[in-house]
């Protein structure tokens, strides 16, 4: 017979369930407010102008998520192996992640800036949007710190920390964005969306230093862990800079096959898909904390792996049948202009079940070093969106590109999803045994 108190004493006492609780606390008033105020810009751009600002963001975010070069994860594993092994080798992982992306953001903060008229005009054909690329090209820069911050602070387990500063930056974000947005448009979200970049990075900065030892401890192996670190990142960094390139790229082949209308809806709907994700997505960090922690106990990281999945399809699973269910409802809060939004939609966030459960393998397979392994698995996924996306846009013409693209999503995340789970059971465990 279950003992309910039992039960929430163990759970209490868990530091997976702590961290876990102080990770999203913050993040639900953060993508909440986010959410809301995605919705409010989109009514007053328009569903192009929404293309437009969507096709900045995919590009912003395509650059910055190789210029963090996978420094995030690489600072979450380290820090928490080591904080309590080797507490001196703390401050050496913080400045190589540091330096290395500042160097990798900065070179393509520049190479944007500078090259934002020929993107503008060549590539995205709107020769307007070359100043509000400029405009933002710095966002580059703090925003992959911020992310390798986060990555830090994972390590450290000070989640709570963190949920103050979600908290923080959420309300910023709702605020700025609809007060800059209202006033000066496409520019003003753009605005809204640097300014409070900055402050994450700020807070991010203020609490970092708060957890690191006070002592300045010197290392011995400097050169032989920064050789580590960065064998432990490239893989990550392609697995990432292949992503954002995917990403990019289908909003690109949508604008060039389809319109920028069409682009609006997608952004629209990925809204909701993100929304439903923010958990696992939060999540991550934490659980790559506790795998990499549990590495030399495989009977606790398997045990890690099962709440996890378990918890992240309950998790997802129960938004997705929220959303899905009032999907036309909530296409009506967008305004005239996003005809066929419930459609993209509900596809979009069906998606998200797949995505979920995948998130939690992927840590699996970091925490266990086989990051050349996840890049190959990614490398055939992003591929084989990039040609279904194609193909359905070149040769179909019975649906709106906006349904095909997530479509195509949804179709590479269940066979991405089936081979890691099959490669995680009959290999790595294997490995271990």
Do not use: C
Not at 276 to 282: A, K, R, V
């Amino acid at each position: 017979m279950i003992n309910i108190l039992e039960l929430k004493t163990r759970a209490l006492n868990s530091r997976l369930v702590t961290d876990s609780f102080w990770a999203l606390f913050g993040n639900i008033i953060a993508k909440g407010l986010a959410l809301a105020a995605g919705i409010i810009v989109a009514r007053f751009l328009g569903k192009d102008t929404f293309g437009e600002y969507g096709i900045i963001r995919n590009t912003l975010m395509s650059i910055a998520i190789f210029s963090t070069f996978g420094l995030g994860y690489t600072a979450t594993k380290y820090v928490a192996e080591y904080k309590n092994s080797h507490p001196e080798f703390l401050r050496a992982i913080l400045r190589y992640a540091r330096n290395i992306t500042l160097l990798v953001s900065g070179t393509m903060a520049v190479g944007l800036f500078f090259g934002a008229a020929y993107v503008a005009d060549t590539v995205l054909e709107a020769s307007h949007l070359s100043n509000p690329l400029r405009l933002v090209a710095v966002w580059i820069v703090f925003n992959a710190v911020t992310t390798t911050q986060i990555g830090v602070l994972a390590g450290f387990g000070d989640f709570k920390g963190m949920a103050r500063v979600n908290t923080i930056v959420g309300i910023t974000t709702f605020v700025l964005s609809l007060a800059l947005t209202y006033f000066w448009q496409l520019n003003g979200a753009l605005a809204a969306l640097l300014l409070t970049q900055i402050l994450n990075w700020w807070l991010n900065y203020r609490l970092v230093n708060r957890n690191l030892p006070t002592q300045e401890n010197t290392v011995d192996m400097e050169k032989p862990l920064l050789r580590e670190i960065l064998n432990f990142s490239f893989p990550v960094a392609l697995q990432e800079a292949f992503y954002s390139l995917t990403s990019w790229l289908t909003s690109l082949i949508l604008i060039k096959l389809s319109t920028y209308g069409e682009l609006g809806l997608y952004s629209a709907a990925m809204q909701w898909n993100a929304i439903i994700l923010f958990i696992p997505g939060i999540l991550r960090n934490v659980i790559l904390s506790h795998l990499a922690e549990a590495n030399n106990n495989e009977h606790r990281h398997s045990r890690v792996m099962k709440i996890t999945l378990l918890f992240n399809f309950v998790m997802t699973f129960i938004p997705f049948l929220i959303v899905f269910l009032f999907s036309d409802f909530i296409a009506s809060f967008y305004g005239e202009t996003f005809n066929g939004l419930k459609e993209v939609i509900s596809i979009a966030v069906f998606s998200t079940i797949f995505s979920s459960l995948s998130n939690v393998y992927a840590q699996a397979f970091m925490s266990k070093g086989e990051n050349w392994m996840m890049f190959i698995i990614r490398l055939f996924r992003d591929l084989g969106v990039i040609t279904i996306i194609y193909f359905l846009l070149k040769y179909n013409t019975s649906y709106n590109g906006a349904i095909l693209l997530v479509f195509s999503h949804l179709t590479a995340g269940v066979f991405f999803l089936v081979i890691m789970s099959v490669i995680y059971n009959y290999k790595l465990k294997s490995k271990q045994n």
